[in-house]
């Protein structure tokens, strides 16, 4: 079977998100950037991952979403971190869903610090349970 092609994009203002992007990029041989960089060529899969601010994703989620191919898309992983909220699934869902770009049913998510809240997370075990959820993927 060839080799499966993957992307890893993300939007992190706090460096929580990036962890785990820069932890996905290293498991399945992609270079995590940010959602400034656009998706040029066709992947498989491509991790995207995003945070919960005042309960939404941040516009460069929207932005960099609407700015997809969907012909250059196999499916979209999900990942993120917040503070309170279980994921941002459902939101990145209705924005792939209105470019009929395919989410996995999969998704990985852990607690990001945020103040006083979950000092130090994502924590080593959040970013060994992150690796090992993204060579499943691949696998
Ligand atoms: C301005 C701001 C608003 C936030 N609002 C929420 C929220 O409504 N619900 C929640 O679960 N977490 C909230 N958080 C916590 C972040 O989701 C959490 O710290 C996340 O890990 C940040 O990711 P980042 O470091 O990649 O930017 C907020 C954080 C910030 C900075």
């Known amino acids: ?36 960089a656009p998706v040029t060529e066709y992947v498989d899969i491509l991790f995207l991952g995003s945070a919960v601010y005042a309960t939404g994703v941040d516009d460069h989620i929207k932005t960099f979403i609407d700015g997809l191919d969907p012909q250059k898309i196999g499916k979209v992983v999900n990942f993120s971190t917040a503070a309170l909220l279980p994921s941002t699934y459902s939101q990145v869902q209705k924005l792939l869903a209105e470019k009929k770009i395919e989410l996995s049913e999969k998704e990985f998510h852990c607690r990001g610090q945020f103040a006083f809240l979950h000092r130090g997370k994502p924590d080593a075990e959040d970013i060994q349970n992150c690796v090992e959820f993204a060579k499943g993927m691949v696998k």
């Open 1 to 36: 079977m060839r080799q499966m092609k993957t992307a890893v994009r993300y939007y992190s203002r706090g460096g929580n998100t990036r962890k785990l992007a820069e932890a996905i990029g290293k498991a399945v041989g992609a270079e995590a950037k940010t959602t400034d």
